[in-house]
C-alpha cells in the first residue's frame, strides 16, 4: 500500500522532516487480518514492524504451552524484532495480530543508521527498549509470586476494566494462553471461582458477578 504524509497524523513520534521523507521513501504499509501471524519464532527477521493502528500479540510457544510477552499497540513497535534486526539473529517469538491491523514496514539495515542521525527516532528506540523490559520485569513479577487463582482473577477484573463490561470473550484455552498455564489448570480455577459466585462460565464467555 502505498503511504503519504497522513501516516504522520498517527505516527506522531517521528518529528523531523527529514526522518519523515525516508520513511515515506523506505516503508511499506501491511495490512494483517485478526488471527494472521506476522512473526514466527526461528524467523530470520530483515524488517522492523510499527503499528499503525490495531494490536499484536507477541508470545513463545513451547510444546502445548504459550507465554505472553506483550502486546504492541499504535505507535509501538515489537522489541523482539528490533533486537533481531539489531544484532541480525532470528526471531525469538511469535507476532500474531489480534484484531484488523495496519503496521508500517522498515528495512532492518536502517535502524541504526537513523538512530545516529534523527534524535526523534533514537528516542522511540530507547522508549521502546524501557517500555517493554518494564513490562517483561511486571510479567516475571508475577510469574513468580503470585498464585495462577490471584493472576486469574487479576486478568479477568483488569479486562473487564478496560473493555468496560463485565462480559469477557474469552475461551478457557486463551485465558491459559495468557498466563502461561494449561486448560485443564484454568478450568478448574474457574469452576472454583463460580462456585464462590465471582463468575458464571458460559459457552465463549466469561460473566463476571
Request: hydrophobic content about 35%; overall charge positive.
Amino acid at each position: 500500500m502505498e503511504i503519504s504524509t497522513d501516516l504522520f497524523k498517527k505516527l506522531k513520534s517521528f518529528s523531523e522532516p527529514e526522518l519523515q521523507q525516508e520513511i515515506l521513501k523506505h516503508g511499506k504499509i501491511l495490512t494483517a487480518k485478526k488471527g494472521d501471524i506476522l512473526i514466527k519464532e526461528g524467523q530470520f527477521l530483515n524488517f522492523l514492524p510499527i503499528v499503525i493502528q490495531g494490536q499484536l500479540r507477541v508470545y513463545q510457544e513451547k510444546e502445548d504451552r504459550e507465554i505472553l510477552l506483550y502486546y504492541v499497540g499504535p505507535e509501538q513497535t515489537c522489541m523482539m524484532s528490533l533486537s533481531s534486526a539489531y544484532f541480525d539473529y532470528n526471531s525469538a517469538a511469535n507476532g500474531i495480530a489480534m484484531e484488523p491491523t495496519e503496521i508500517l514496514v522498515l528495512p532492518s539495515y536502517l535502524i541504526a543508521e537513523w538512530q545516529l542521525k534523527y534524535p526523534s527516532w533514537n528516542k522511540f528506540i530507547i522508549k521502546t527498549f524501557k517500555s517493554r523490559y518494564d513490562e517483561l520485569l511486571t510479567s516475571f513479577g508475577s510469574v513468580a509470586f503470585k498464585p495462577i487463582p490471584t493472576r486469574v482473577k487479576e486478568y479477568l477484573l483488569e479486562r473487564a476494566k478496560n473493555e468496560n463490561t463485565k462480559k469477557i470473550g474469552i475461551s478457557h484455552q486463551t485465558l491459559a494462553n495468557e498466563l502461561g498455564t494449561t486448560r485443564v489448570v484454568t478450568s478448574r480455577i474457574l469452576k472454583q471461582f463460580e462456585k464462590e459466585k465471582f463468575l458464571k462460565l458460559n459457552r465463549g464467555y466469561i460473566q463476571l458477578k
